[in-house]
C-alpha cells in the first residue's frame, strides 16, 4: 500500500506540473458544483418555506367538519359520528393572548385517531413518545422561535392558568424545527383545559378525503363539510418556476462538467507516456484504474467544498429577488435568511463526484484501451456524432408535436441543446471545408485544413460556447419580449388615474359618498371580487361597472363585435388568456359556473392577464352581485383630471386615513408591477450571466491546454517560412473565425428556444402565450461577446507562441513521432 | 532463462491483417545479452513488448524463469515487470513530474526492494548524483537515458529489455549510454535483450538475433 | 395577479404530524411481545386468590395494566365453505392510578378484525381513547365498543350476544349463543405464563353457536357455526424474556375444546400451557410436560417464516392430531403485527379451531 502510494504520487505530480489544467478542473467543477448547488438550495428553501407555512399543507388539503351555527362542536357529535364509522378526528384551534400581549395558536390534537390514516413518517415521529403526549404533566410542542418566545413564561409561570395544566405543573416543552412559528401544539385534554372549553371542539378533521357518506340525519342541520381550496398548495403553483430554475442550473453544470471533461481529457492524453512507464515498471492495468479512479475523487470531493460553499453564497445572493418574485407572483412567503437541510451538502457532493467520474468515464476508456505502443493520434469528429444529433433533432421534432405537458417542453429544450451539441462540431467542419475549397493560396489551405483540425479538440469548448450564447440569446429574447409585452400592456390596463381599496363596506359608501363631491373625479369605477371553484381550480371573479375607461382601453386577445355593451347588457363575461387555455373555452361558449343563481354565461371576450397564476372571469358588477351576494366591495378605479390627482390623494389619505397599499396612483401601480417584473428575472438573468462567464472560461481553458499541443502541428509550418508574427496572427484569426461560426449558428439555435419558451413553456408553465420577438442588437452583443471572450482565450497561449524560442519549436520535431 | 517458442503475433490493419511472425523460436540465458536487429517495421519491438506482457501474443510460449508470459492475467504480468523486468524505451523513460530521484527509486519502491546503498552505487556509476533533484525536462537526452538504465537495474531484474536506448542520441552520447549499460549489466549478471539498428552496438553483444521476414537469422 | 399581490397565510388549522406506532406502544425499548413483558408498578396484580365468575368477568378491569375481548369464529356458508372470523378489543392503560376524566383519561383502546378464507384474508383496526366514549365496556348491559364495531348481550344473563363489525372492506352481524358453560381457564382462573410466574386471569366461553351474515365487499354471506370468547386481563402477563407465542383454540368434532399455548423464550425452554375442555365443559388443566407442541412446517409470510402447520399430542387424553392452516396468509397488517386464522385438524380426533401466532 505505501510503495503503491507511489503510483498515486507520480499520477498527482502531473497537476504540479501543469497547474493550468489543474485550474480548469477546478474552474470546470467549481462552477458547475457552486450554480447547481446554489440553484438547488434556494429550490429547497422555498420548498421548505411552503412546508413550514402551512406546517402540513397535505393535511389541511383534506375536508373538515365545522359547526354551522357556532364556532364549538360539542364532542357528543364527535363521539356519535366516530360511532357512526365516520374517520374523523377531533381539533380544537382558538388564539390565545398571552400576558406579555403577543397573540398564540393553541391546536389541541388526538394522536391516536390522527395516527390512523398516516402511514408517512416525519421528522417529529422519531421523538415523539405517545404516553408522553397523552400523560401528565403533557407535553406542548412548538418551532424554536416560539419555544424562545414562552421560555421566559415557563421560567416564570403564573400562579394560575397558562401554562400551568389542571393539576398546577408545567407540561414539557417540546422543540420542532418543522414546527410553524407562533403556534403550539398539544393534547386536546390540555388544550380544552386551557381554553376553558371541556367538551368542546372546533374542527372534525375527516382522515380519508374520499369518505363520501352524507352526514347522520341527526348532524345534517350542525355540521357542514368544507372541501379544502387547491388553490392553497402554493408548491404546485411555483414548480413551474422552480423548474424553470433547475433547467437552467443544470445547463450551467453541464457546461461547467464541459470544463472539466477537457481538462481531464487532455491531462489523461498527456499520461499516455506515464501510463507506458509505470507499466513498465510491474504497474497492472487494474491497479492504474483504481488509482486514477482515486485521484478523480479525491480532485472531486476536495474541489467540491468550496464548490457547495460558493453555491451557498449564490443563493443567498439570489434569495432576495427569488422571494421577491414568488411573493409577487404565487403570494408564497419565503424568508431571506437561508436555512438548509444536511440531505443539500450530500447531494451536492455527491452530485460533484458523480458528474466528475461520469464525465471522465470516456477518457479514462480511451486511455486503458490504448495500447502503450501505439501513439496517440488526432481523431477526427466521430460520424456517430452526426447520426446521434440527427435522431435527437427527430426525436425533439416527435416531442414537439406529441407532447403537451411542462416537462415534455424542457425535454424537447434538453433534445434541441443535445442536438445541436452533437452536430456542431461536423457543420463547423462543413462550413470550414467550405472555405477549404475555395482558397486560393497554399497558407489560405493551410488556414483551413488546420482549422478544420481543430475542430475536434476544441469541440467541447466550443459546444459550452454555442450553449451559452443559444441560451442567451433564447432566455435573454424572451425576458425583453415579456418585459415590451408587458409594459405596453400596463399601459393600455391601467388607465384610471387613482385606485383605491376601502376596508369595509362602510367605509366603501362614505369613500364614494365624499368622492361624489369631488367635481376633479370624472368617473367612479367600483369593482367586486369572489372567488369560486371550478373543477378544483381556483377562479376569481371580478365585477366591474362597465365604463369608457375598459372598453377604450382593456387590451383584449379575442373580442365579440360588441364585447363591452354584452357585459353591460346580456350579463356576459370576460376571461382571462389563463383560463381560456386551461379549460379549452372559446368566444361563444357558454359557461356553467358553479354558485351561481343564472345557469350560463355568454364568454364574450378573452384579454391578457400576465403574471396571475390564477384564472379569472370579468362581469359586470351587477351580475356579480346578482348570482354571488357575499362578493366583496370596496375596491375603486377613480378617473381624474390629471393635474388634481396628488391634491386628491391627499385628501382621501387625510380624510380616511388610508395606508400607501390602500391607495395608489396609477405611476405608483405600474412602477411597483414592473420593479416586481425586474426582480421576478433578476435571478434568472444573473443565471444566464453566469452560464456564459462559464464558458468563456471553458473556451480559455480548452485553448490553453490546446496549446502545448498545437506546437507540433505549428512548427512544420515555421520551419517552412512562416513567420512567428505571421503564425500568431493566423492562429488567431482561425479561432476568432470559430468562435464567430459558433455565435452565427447559436443565433438560430437562440431563436428556436426562445420560440420554444414563449410558445410552449410559459404557457404550459404559467397559462399564457408571448408574442416572438426578436432582438437583433442582442445577437450582435452576443457575437461581440463570443469573439471577446475566444480573444482573451487565445491571448495567454498566443503570447506564448509568440515568445517561443526557435530551440523550442525545433523540439515540435524531436517530440512528434 | 528466457525461452521463446512457437511465438506468433499479427496486427490488424486497415489494410488487413499483417503477419509480423510465426512460429519464433530462441532463448536467452542467465547473464546473456543479445542484440535483436531487423528493418523497420519487422516487429522487434512488437516481440519486446510481448516479452514484457504489454501485449497479447497469437500463439506460443513466453517463458521466463520457467513461468509462462502468455498464460499470465494483467496483475501477474504486473507483477513480473515489477519483480522480474527492467524495461528501457528509446525516449520518454521518466515520469516527468517526478525527480531523478524519485524516478530512479520507483520501480524499486514498488517492488519493495529498494536498497539505498545499491541505489547509491548505481547513481554513482551512472554519474547521477548532481542531478538527483532535478525534474526530466532539466536533463539532456542522454542524461534521461541513463536514469532510465538505472531506474531499470535498481529493482535488480533478470533481464533487462531495451528498445533501441540510444536510439535518439548522438553517437557519442550514445557510445557512452552504451558502455554504462553493458558494464552494469555484466556487473549484476543480468541478462540483456536490446533493439538495435547499429551493427557496431550489435558486435559488442555476445549474440545477435536478425528478425527477417518474421523469421529469427 | 402582479398588480394585486395578496399574500395567502390565513391556514385555518395545522397539522403537523404523522405518527407511526406500532400499537399503542411507543415507549421506548418495550419488552417481550408488544410490551406485554413491561414492568407494571401501580397497577393491580394478579392473584390465584381471586374469584372470578361469569358474566362479571365481561366487565372491564380498568386496574390492571391490559385486559382483552377477544372473538374466534369457524364458520361455513350454505355451500359448505369455510371462513374464520376474529375480533379483538384491547385496553391498556398508559399510567396506573384513579381513571381521570375525559381526554385526560390513561386508557387506551384498540381494535383488530380480520376475516380469513382460503385465498383471502383481510385485516383491519382502529385506536381510541378512553374518557370520551368512544370506546369502552360496560357492564350491565354488557357491550363492549370501539367506534361502530360493537359486542353486547341481548339478554340480561349474557348467554346471547350480537357481534358486529362494518369497514369499507368487509363486514359481519353475527348472533352467538351461548350453548355451553364459561371455563375457567388454568388454576381456577389464575393462568400462569411463564415459570417465574407471570400470570393472568382468564376466562373463556368456548361453547358459542353463531350464526349471521358476513360481507366481503359487496358480497353477502350467510354463515353459521362455532365461535370462542376468550376473557383475559393482567398487569405483567408475560416475562421480559418472552418474546412470544403460538395459541391454539380447537373445537373437537365430538363436543370436546381444547386450549393449548407455547411461550417461547430467548433464552431458556418454553413455556407451555393448556386445557382440556370435556363436552360437559368441565375443564382439566393440563401441565407443562404433558403438552407437546411441533411445528412441521413453515410458510413465508410478511417476510418471514412462520410454522403453519403444527403436529399436537396430548397422550393422556389420547390426542395426536396435525394442523393445517385454513389460508397461510393470514397475516394480521396491523400496528402490531402477527398471524392469526383458522385452522383444520385431523389425527385421532379432527375439527377447526383458530392459531395466534405472535413474535415471528
Redesign the interface.
Known amino acids: 500500500m505505501i510503495t503503491n502510494l507511489w503510483v498515486l504520487h507520480a499520477l498527482l505530480s502531473h497537476w504540479r506540473r501543469h497547474p493550468l489544467q489543474l485550474m480548469t478542473l477546478v474552474l470546470g467543477l467549481l462552477s458547475a458544483t457552486a450554480l447547481w448547488s446554489g440553484v438547488q438550495a434556494l429550490n429547497q428553501q422555498a420548498r421548505h418555506s411552503y412546508d413550514q ?4 399543507l397535505e ?2 388539503n383534506q375536508p ?1 367538519l365545522v359547526h354551522q351555527q357556532q364556532f364549538w362542536i360539542p ?2 357529535q ?2 356519535e359520528l ?4 365516520w374517520p374523523v378526528t377531533p ?1 380544537l ?1 382558538e388564539q390565545i393572548t398571552l400576558p406579555a400581549g403577543q397573540v398564540i ?1 393553541l ?1 389541541g ?8 390514516s ?5 421528522t ?2 422519531s421523538t ?4 408522553q403526549f ?3 404533566p403533557w407535553e406542548v ?1 412548538l418551532s424554536p422561535a416560539s419555544a424562545e418566545q414562552l421560555q421566559p413564561l415557563w421560567d416564570n409561570p403564573p400562579i394560575q392558568g397558562f401554562p400551568r395544566n ?1 393539576e398546577g405543573e408545567l407540561p414539557q416543552l417540546r422543540i ?1 424545527n ?3 412559528d407562533n ?1 403550539l ?1 398539544t ?3 390540555l388544550a ?1 383545559h386551557w381554553l376553558q372549553q ?2 368542546q371542539l ?2 372534525l ?1 375527516l382522515l380519508d378525503s374520499h369518505f363520501n357518506t352524507p352526514l347522520p340525519e341527526s348532524l345534517q342541520a350542525e355540521l357542514r363539510r368544507i372541501d379544502p381550496e387547491s ?2 398548495d ?1 408548491a404546485r403553483l411555483t414548480d413551474s418556476f422552480h423548474l424553470n430554475l433547475s433547467a437552467l442550473s443544470l445547463l450551467a453544470f453541464l457546461v461547467g462538467l464541459m470544463m472539466v471533461y477537457s481538462a481531464v481529457h487532455l491531462a489523461l492524453t498527456q499520461r499516455l507516456a506515464l501510463k507506458r512507464i509505470l507499466y513498465a515498471c510491474g504497474v497492472s492495468q487494474v491497479q492504474l484504474l483504481g488509482w486514477l479512479m482515486t485521484e478523480l475523487l479525491l480532485l472531486s470531493s476536495l474541489i467540491a467544498i468550496p464548490g457547495l460553499i460558493a453555491g451557498y453564497w449564490i443563493a443567498a445572493l439570489l434569495l432576495p429577488d427569488v422571494s421577491a418574485s414568488l ?3 404565487y ?3 419565503i424568508p431571506p435568511q437561508l436555512q438548509l437541510p444536511g440531505g443539500w451538502w450530500h447531494s451536492g457532493l455527491l452530485m460533484a463526484v458523480g458528474g466528475t467520474l461520469f464525465t471522465a468515464l470516456v477518457p479514462l476508456i480511451k486511455l486503458l484501451k490504448q495500447q502503450p505502443a501505439v501513439q496517440h493520434s488526432n481523431p477526427g469528429i466521430p460520424v456517430i456524432l452526426n447520426i446521434t444529433g440527427m435522431l435527437c433533432a427527430l426525436a425533439a421534432i416527435c416531442l414537439a408535436l406529441l407532447g403537451d405537458s411542462l416537462l415534455s417542453g424542457f425535454m424537447l429544450l434538453a433534445l434541441i441543446f443535445i442536438s445541436a451539441g452533437l452536430l456542431l462540431p461536423g457543420l463547423l467542419n462543413r462550413l470550414l471545408q467550405w472555405g477549404q475549397h475555395y482558397s486560393g493560396s497554399v497558407t489560405q489551405l493551410w488556414f483551413w485544413a488546420d482549422a478544420r483540425l481543430q475542430i475536434a479538440p476544441l469541440s467541447v469548448a466550443l459546444v459550452a460556447l454555442l450553449f451559452a450564447l443559444s441560451t442567451s440569446i433564447g432566455v435573454g429574447g424572451m425576458v425583453e419580449g415579456f418585459r415590451l409585452t408587458f409594459t405596453g400592456w ?1 399601459e393600455q390596463r ?1 388607465a384610471a388615474e387613482v385606485y383605491l381599496r376601502a376596508e369595509d363596506d362602510e367605509q366603501a359608501e362614505q369613500i364614494h359618498h365624499w368622492l361624489t363631491q369631488r367635481p376633479e373625479v370624472t368617473a367612479i369605477l367600483p369593482s367586486g371580487r369572489t372567488d369560486i371553484q371550478l373543477n378544483n381550480q381556483p377562479i376569481e371573479l371580478r365585477g366591474i361597472q362597465p365604463h369608457a375607461t375598459y372598453s377604450d382601453h382593456w387590451p383584449l386577445l379575442a373580442a365579440t363585435p360588441n364585447t363591452w355593451a354584452q357585459l353591460d347588457e346580456q350579463a356576459a363575461v370576460l376571461i382571462n388568456e389563463q383560463l381560456a387555455r386551461q379549460q379549452g373555452w372559446q368566444i361563444g361558449d357558454w359557461l356553467h359556473l358553479p354558485g351561481s343563481m343564472q345557469s350560463s354565461f355568454y364568454l364574450a371576450g378573452i384579454y391578457s ?4 397564476p ?1 384564472g ?1 372571469i370579468l362581469m359586470s358588477l351587477d351580475t356579480l352581485e346578482q348570482n354571488w351576494p357575499d362578493t366583496q366591495r370596496g375596491s375603486f378605479a377613480l378617473r381624474v383630471i390629471p393635474k388634481a390627482v396628488d391634491p386628491l390623494l391627499h385628501d382621501l389619505r387625510l380624510s380616511f386615513n388610508l395606508s400607501g397599499t390602500r391607495l395608489l396612483d396609477q405611476q405608483a ?1 405600474k412602477d ?2 414592473l420593479r ?2 425586474e426582480r421576478t428575472f433578476a435571478a434568472t438573468q444573473a443565471l444566464n450571466l453566469l452560464v456564459l462567464s462559464v464558458a468563456a472560461v471553458a473556451l480559455f481553458s480548452s485553448l490553453l491546454t490546446l496549446s502545448s499541443m498545437r506546437l507540433t502541428q505549428v512548427a512544420p509550418v515555421w520551419a517552412c517560412g512562416v513567420s512567428r508574427r505571421h503564425l500568431v496572427g493566423y492562429e488567431l484569426l482561425r479561432l476568432l473565425l470559430l468562435a464567430l461560426l459558433t455565435a452565427l449558428l447559436a443565433i438560430p439555435l437562440g431563436l428556436l428556444i426562445s420560440y420554444c419558451l414563449v410558445t410552449l413553456i410559459n404557457v404550459r408553465a404559467f397559462g399564457w402565450a408571448l408574442p416572438w420577438q426578436y432582438f437583433p442588437l442582442h445577437w450582435i452583443l452576443m457575437i461581440l461577446a463570443a469573439l471577446g471572450s475566444a480573444l482573451a482565450a487565445a491571448a495567454l497561449p498566443l503570447i506564448q507562441l509568440a515568445r517561443y524560442s526557435p530551440t523550442r519549436l525545433l523540439q515540435g520535431f524531436r517530440d512528434d513521432h | 532463462m528466457l525461452k521463446v517458442t512457437n511465438l506468433a503475433k499479427s496486427h490488424s490493419t486497415p489494410q488487413g491483417t499483417l503477419e509480423l511472425f510465426r512460429g519464433l523460436q530462441f532463448s536467452v540465458h542467465s547473464g546473456e545479452s543479445v542484440a535483436l536487429m531487423g528493418e523497420s517495421g519487422c516487429g522487434k519491438s512488437t516481440l519486446l513488448h510481448l516479452i514484457a506482457g504489454l501485449e497479447d501474443a497469437d500463439a506460443g510460449q513466453i517463458l521466463l524463469s520457467g513461468q509462462d508470459v502468455t498464460a499470465m492475467n494483467d496483475s501477474q504480468r504486473a507483477r513480473l515487470r515489477r519483480h522480474a523486468l527492467g524495461i528501457i524505451f528509446q525516449q520518454l523513460n521518466l515520469i516527468p513530474s517526478l525527480t531523478v530521484h524519485d524516478n530512479l527509486a520507483f520501480q524499486a519502491r514498488l517492488a519493495k526492494c529498494l536498497q539505498p546503498d545499491r541505489l547509491t552505487q548505481l547513481i554513482e556509476t551512472l554519474g547521477l548524483t548532481e542531478l538527483l533533484p532535478r525534474y526530466p525536462h532539466q536533463l539532456s537526452g542522454g542524461q534521461q537515458q541513463r536514469v532510465a538504465i538505472g531506474r531499470a537495474l535498481a529493482a535488480r531484474p533478470t533481464l533487462l529489455l531495451a528498445d533501441e536506448p540510444t536510439g535518439s542520441l548522438d553517437e557519442q552520447n550514445a557510445d557512452q549510454v552504451m558502455d554504462l549499460l553493458l558494464t552494469l549489466v555484466q556487473q549484476t549478471g543480468t541478462s540483456l535483450l536490446m533493439v538495435t539498428h547499429s551493427q557496431r552496438l550489435a558486435r559488442r553483444m555476445d549474440r545477435c538475433l536478425t528478425l527477417h521476414q518474421g523469421q529469427l537469422t | ?3 394585486n ?5 390565513q ?11 406500532s400499537g ?5 425499548a418495550p419488552q417481550g411481545f408488544a410490551g406485554l413483558g413491561s414492568a407494571a408498578e401501580g397497577f393491580q396484580t394478579v392473584s390465584p386468590e381471586t374469584l372470578i365468575d361469569y358474566p362479571d368477568a365481561l366487565g372491564a378491569h380498568p386496574d390492571y395494566r391490559i385486559e382483552w375481548w377477544y372473538i374466534t369464529a369457524n364458520l361455513e356458508d350454505p355451500q359448505g365453505t369455510p371462513l374464520g372470523i376474529q375480533w379483538t378489543l384491547f385496553r391498556q392503560a ?2 396506573p392510578g384513579p381513571q381521570r376524566d ?3 383519561n ?1 386508557q ?1 383502546w384498540l381494535g383488530h378484525a380480520a376475516i380469513t378464507r382460503e385465498h383471502q384474508h383481510l385485516s383491519t383496526e ?4 378512553g374518557g ?3 370506546a369502552g365496556v360496560t357492564q350491565e348491559p354488557f357491550e363492549a ?1 370501539i ?2 364495531w360493537r359486542l353486547y348481550a341481548t339478554r340480561e344473563d349474557a348467554t346471547e350476544f350480537i357481534l358486529e363489525l ?1 369497514t369499507p372492506e368487509f363486514g359481519y352481524q353475527l348472533q352467538l349463543q351461548k350453548t355451553g358453560p364459561a371455563v375457567l381457564q388454568g388454576d381456577q382462573g389464575f393462568s400462569i405464563k411463564s415459570a417465574q410466574g407471570q400470570a393472568s386471569h382468564y376466562i373463556s366461553l368456548p361453547f358459542m353457536h353463531a350464526s349471521g351474515e358476513v360481507r366481503i365487499g359487496d358480497k353477502q354471506l350467510e354463515v353459521q357455526g362455532q365461535a370462542w370468547l376468550d376473557r383475559e386481563w393482567s398487569s405483567q402477563p408475560l416475562s421480559p424474556d418472552q418474546q412470544g407465542w403460538d395459541w391454539f383454540s380447537l373445537h373437537l368434532d365430538q363436543g370436546d375444546k381444547l386450549m393449548l399455548f407455547r411461550l417461547r423464550h430467548d433464552r431458556g425452554e418454553d413455556y407451555y400451557s393448556g386445557t382440556y375442555i370435556d363436552a360437559e365443559g368441565h375443564p382439566h388443566p393440563l401441565q407443562p410436560q404433558q403438552i407437546h407442541m411441533q411445528p412441521t412446517g413453515q410458510h413465508s409470510v410478511a417476510g418471514r417464516q412462520l410454522p403453519v402447520e403444527w403436529q399436537l399430542s396430548v397422550a393422556d387424553w389420547g390426542i395426536h392430531i396435525q394442523t393445517q392452516a385454513l389460508n397461510p396468509d393470514a397475516w394480521m397488517q396491523t400496528g402490531i403485527a402477527y398471524w392469526e386464522g383458522p385452522i383444520r385438524f385431523s389425527g385421532s380426533h379432527s375439527g377447526v379451531g383458530y392459531l395466534e401466532m405472535t413474535g415471528y
Request: with cysteine; charged share 15%.
Open positions: 407555512a402551512s406546517s402540513q393535511r389541511l373538515y364532542q357528543v364527535y363521539i366516530r360511532r357512526a364509522g381539533m384551534q395558536t391546536i390534537l388526538d394522536p391516536v385517531t390522527l395516527q390512523q398516516t402511514q408517512q413518517q416525519n417529529f415521529t415523539f413518545s405517545l404516553s397523552l400523560s401528565p410542542w389542571p420542532n418543522t414546527l410553524a403556534e401544539i393534547d386536546l385534554s380544552q371541556p367538551e372546533s374542527h378533521l388553490d392553497q402554493i411573493a409577487g407572483l403570494g408564497a412567503d400596463l391601467l392577464d400576465y403574471g396571475n390564477k379569472q401601480v411597483y408591477s416586481l417584473f | 395577479m402582479i398588480i399581490p395578496h399574500i395567502r397565510n391556514w385555518l388549522l395545522i397539522l403537523p404530524i404523522s405518527l407511526l406506532l399503542c406502544e411507543a415507549d421506548p398508559l399510567t375525559g381526554w385526560a390513561q387506551l382502529t385506536y381510541a381513547r370520551v366514549g368512544q365498543w367506534d361502530h362494518q
